[in-house]
Structure formats: C-alpha cells, structure tokens
C-alpha cells in the first residue's frame, strides 16, 4: 500500500531565511500526482505546488519549489524568503495516476513556525 | 466561481443521534471524498468516489456512510455518531482522467459528539 511520510512533525525558520520541509512516499507505481498543500490558522486547504512524476523538472511557484527525487521517493518543498504568512500546516500528498480506484493519501503534516 | 461548499461548518451533536454532513461541488469533477483531520494523524480519508454511483471504502471508513446519486453532491452520513467521531471533516473534489488537478477542498465541519 502507498504511503506518505512527513518526518518532521513542527519546524521554525527566522523570517527571510529558507526553510525545506521533507516528504518520502512509497509505491510501486510509475505514474502518478504529487501536491504540497498549505492549511493556514483558517484551515482551509490549500494547494501550494503540483508535480508529475514523469516529468522531471522540478516545478516551482514563486518562492516556492520540489526537489522531486523519483528514485529516493523523495519529495520535498522549499521555501525561500519566508514571510511571516507562511505560518501553516503543510502536507505533503500522494496520487497514483491510474485513473480508478486511487485514493488520495496525506502525510501527517508538518506545522511551520515563522520567527520575527 | 469555483468551489466546494460544506455545511455546515460546525456541529454539536449528542451520541447516537444521526447527522448528515453535505457536500457540493460546482466544477463538474468525477472525484470526491471526505476525510476526517485528526491533531498528529493528518488527513486520512474515509470514502470516496470515482463517480456518480461509485464509492470505495478509504483508510477510515468505519461508523461513516456515503452516497453519490448526483455529480456535484457527496454527502457524509453518519448513522449514529459516537464520541470518537468528534474530528475536522473535509469534502473535497478532484478532475482526473489523462491528468489529476489539485483537490479542491471545502471549508471544513469541525463536529463534536457529546
């Protein structure tokens, strides 16, 4: 069964600085979704970066990027020149592309603190 | 505009008595589910649905029903609620096919079984 692993549960980074949460996933599938999703204090959801598997070009947003790392199962999220609005809880997430039966499966997240 | 609509957003209920938790989504997607957000457990998911009559059972289906006679609707159901159950849901949707987009996630319902 796929799984998703977010090894760091909370992490803090000054303001401005760059900070990368880590994301590992385990499936013998070679086609499939990866997503990073924000949940700030609002909780509401919400997407922060998209990755195909079979491309490999990292895909960025703004200050945001993936060091996508299909061999490792490796998937993580790099924030650069935090601001003070990053404060969230990000989760990682995982998709096989087979088109049935596929179940959407989050990591336990990771709570971003931003230091002033 | 695009968005799935959850309500309602909160809900204080009593053990045992049945609840119904509704879910709509105005972008024409195959994919719902609903999960349930639990502090250091995540997101995990309960049911979902690939279409219209078409459900499957997610990682925590136990004490939850569902039903999908229409597209855009995907309500949660829960037969007779117990304390356990007490948790943030979310109803989400998603258009796949030759690709997957992002989830589009509703509000949330933070439900507290008494």
């Known amino acids: 069964a796929q799984t998703v692993t977010q090894s760091q549960p909370e992490m803090s980074v000054q303001e401005a600085e760059t900070v990368t949460l880590s994301c590992t996933y385990d499936t013998s599938e070679s086609d499939y979704y990866l997503f990073w999703y924000k949940q700030p204090p609002s909780r509401q959801m919400i997407l922060v970066i998209r990755q195909e598997a079979y491309k490999q070009q990292n895909a960025t947003e703004n200050r945001f990027s993936v060091n996508f790392q299909k061999a490792a199962k490796s998937f993580s999220l790099k924030i650069s020149d935090s601001q003070l609005g990053d404060a969230a809880m990000y989760f990682c997430a995982y998709v096989s592309g087979r088109g049935r039966d596929d179940k959407i499966i989050f990591g336990k997240g990771t709570r971003l603190h931003i230091l002033p | 505009e695009a968005q799935v609509t959850q309500n309602p957003r909160y809900l204080i209920t009593v053990t045992g008595k049945k609840l119904t938790v509704t879910c709509s989504q105005n972008?024409?997607?195959?994919?719902m589910s609903w999960y349930r957000q639990d502090p250091g457990l995540g997101l995990r998911q309960i049911y979902y649905s690939m279409n219209v009559e078409v459900t499957d059972k997610g990682d925590v289906p136990e004490g939850y029903k569902v039903s999908r006679k229409e597209k855009r609707n995907f309500p949660l159901i829960l037969e007779s609620p117990s304390p356990n159950q007490t948790s943030l849901y979310f109803c989400?949707?998603?258009?796949?096919?030759?690709?997957?987009?992002?989830?589009?996630f509703g509000q949330g319902t933070r439900l507290t079984v008494v």
């Open positions: 989400a949707s998603s258009l796949y096919g030759q690709e997957w987009t992002e989830a589009f």
């Open positions: 972008m024409n997607h195959e994919y």
